[in-house]
């Protein structure tokens, strides 16, 4: 896959002809899926080029001033993804005062600059100033194709209730809609080592801007440099000890004891185990890692994990 980036409305001409599938792809879910299968088939009939064009920042960081609006998939993620799914090229459009400002007429035309003459996208789609853009405007300049609501057993796909779903922490109903589990990528920074005092060392994750579940305790599987690993996540303020008003993000690995400081982890989440509580001491705390490691292990075991 080829990653294109533009910037200051420099929009390049690909050399080939173009579908693409347009749109924030936070999540990269079913629905989004469905978009990107209809681009590929229209492309296997036509003989053109895949793409996805996407915005970047995700427009809500420019609209809404949020300057740290936490995403299902940052764009190195969501990159990732649209590689596996056997995408040509990812247009990523800076999103700015200047691509705030275009009218749709100024924005289609960048479009046919960029050799785009096929379109795919939601039947609610809009763009250009004010949301002014709409699906009808898009079918009078290019080959078009909308892709309906999709509906999941009775129910409608977004991020929005993906995103509503993580926040309650039924990550099992989340993965399903997403069509894989959902992953936080992140570096390894130190912690205050409690962990390791009561035999449960921790990984504390940098998770950067990632959508974070409902604090509490998961069943998680973590991928080291190719290999799986089972393990349990706390996301929380670790009231117990070392009370933090950030919301940490740390990863028992079990059967692992290795120094990944500064290291990548792709932290894949199972199943909420329980929520975050308080406990009267160390000797507490840990006894009730051990039930949790337990339960994970349970779970495993009921998932037919062979590690």
């Known amino acids: 896959m080829i990653s294109i980036y533009i910037k200051d409305k420099n929009f390049i001409t690909i050399p080939e002809k ?175 080592q409690t962990g390791r005092t009561i035999g449960f060392p921790t990984a504390n994750l940098n998770y950067r801007n990632y959508f974070l579940p409902k604090t509490g305790v998961y069943f998680v599987n973590v991928l080291i440099d190719g290999i799986l690993y089972l393990g349990m996540a706390n996301i929380g303020h670790n009231p117990t000890v070392n009370f933090s008003d950030d919301i940490r993000m740390e990863v028992n690995i079990f059967n692992f004891d290795s120094d990944i400081y500064d290291q990548k982890l792709d932290v894949i989440f199972i199943e909420r185990i329980r929520d975050e509580h308080r406990f009267n001491n160390l000797e507490e705390l840990k006894k009730q890692l051990k039930i949790d490691k337990a339960a994970c292990l349970e779970l495993a075991g009921d998932m037919n994990y062979t590690k």
């Open 18 to 192: 173009v579908c693409a599938a347009i749109g924030n792809f936070d999540g990269v879910h079913l629905g989004h899926q469905r978009l990107i299968e209809e681009c590929k088939k229209q492309c296997l009939e036509k003989g053109y080029k895949s793409a996805v064009l996407t915005f970047y920042p995700h427009p809500s960081v420019f609209l809404k001033h949020m300057t740290n609006y936490p995403l299902l998939t940052p764009l190195e993620t969501k990159t990732e993804i649209l590689a596996r799914l056997g995408i040509d090229y990812l247009i990523v459009v800076e999103f700015d005062d200047e691509l705030a400002a275009m009218s749709k007429e100024e924005f289609m035309t960048a479009l046919h600059q960029m050799n785009i003459v096929s379109c795919v996208c939601g039947y609610d789609f809009t763009f250009a100033r004010k949301a002014e853009g709409t699906i009808l405007d898009l079918e009078k300049e290019f080959e078009f194709h909308e892709v309906k609501k999709y509906v999941y057993d009775d129910v409608r796909v977004s991020s929005t209730l993906i995103r509503e779903l993580i926040r309650e922490g039924d990550i099992h109903e989340a993965n399903r809609l997403l069509g894989r589990q959902y992953t936080i990528s992140g570096k390894v920074r130190y912690g205050s």
